[in-house]
């Protein structure tokens, strides 16, 4: 067997049933919807944070996406100001350049892994599997960074201690609340980890016994 054939795998046979058929289609949908939910993900938000304070009864919120921030950025920018936090677009600029780029990427590997049937399908997918946490813990750094790094010679650096942002749940700042949550576009990028990690189940499951019978 030729080290190209190891590296894709066996083709499903031609003359199959319809029940057998299925088997080999089920791990092409699942990874195929993966990349679907993965390329939609890119233009929804993945995060966003709501502060609450007495002279703002309504909160003031921003929604982060992959790529860019909306929302009250200004508003909670000049609040930040006060008390030493650095502009909340001085944050992953380096990440939020490249993202769009990685994402699209991050699809283009997870539809490659439809067509590889040997255990080198699971090296396509892993970088699809492990973005959601990587912008969770990207998302942690940059707010413990600069939670941690306020400017002292800030209007009000004397009254707040330096504290780390929640990456989810509530806290407090001074006498401002901020509730952090998960959206949607997240959401959608876990959903895919799941149908990636059963695609693959149902790959292996589908292709080893032709593996085997190769060998």
């Known amino acids: 067997m030729s080290a190209f054939r190891r590296f894709v795998g066996p083709r499903a046979p031609v ?4 029940k057998t058929r299925t088997l080999y289609r089920l791990p092409n949908i699942l990874l195929g919807a993966a990349a679907i939910l993965l390329l939609a993900s890119m233009f929804l938000p993945y995060w966003k944070m709501t502060l609450h ?8 919120s921003v929604e982060v996406f992959v790529n860019r921030m909306t929302g009250d950025v200004d508003e909670i920018d000049g609040l ?5 936090m650095r502009p909340l677009g ?5 990440e939020r350049a490249v993202s769009m780029v990685a994402v699209a990427a991050l699809v283009l590997l997870t539809l490659a892994a439809i067509f590889v049937h040997s255990p080198w399908a699971l090296l396509f997918a892993l970088p699809a599997i492990l973005w959601p946490f990587i912008f969770i813990g990207d998302m942690y750094y940059w707010m413990r960074h600069f939670g941690l790094n306020l400017d002292p010679n800030a209007p009000l650096s004397s009254s707040i201690d330096p504290f780390v942002p929640p990456i989810l749940g509530s806290g407090m700042v001074g006498q401002f609340e901020t509730i952090a949550t998960f959206q949607i576009g997240l959401w959608m990028a876990f959903l895919a980890v799941a149908l990636i ?5 149902y790959q292996r499951r589908a292709y080893k016994p032709l593996v085997e019978s190769e060998q």
Not at 15 to 18: C, K, N, S, W
Not at 54 to 60: D, E, R, V
Not at 80 to 84: E, F, L, P
């Open 15 to 18: 003359a199959a049933d319809e």
């Open 53 to 60: 304070a007495p002279q703002y009864p309504k909160g003031l």
């Open 80 to 84: 930040n100001h006060y008390i030493g």
């Open 90 to 94: 001085e944050a992953a600029q380096l």
């Open 197 to 201: 990690l059963f695609g693959l189940y």
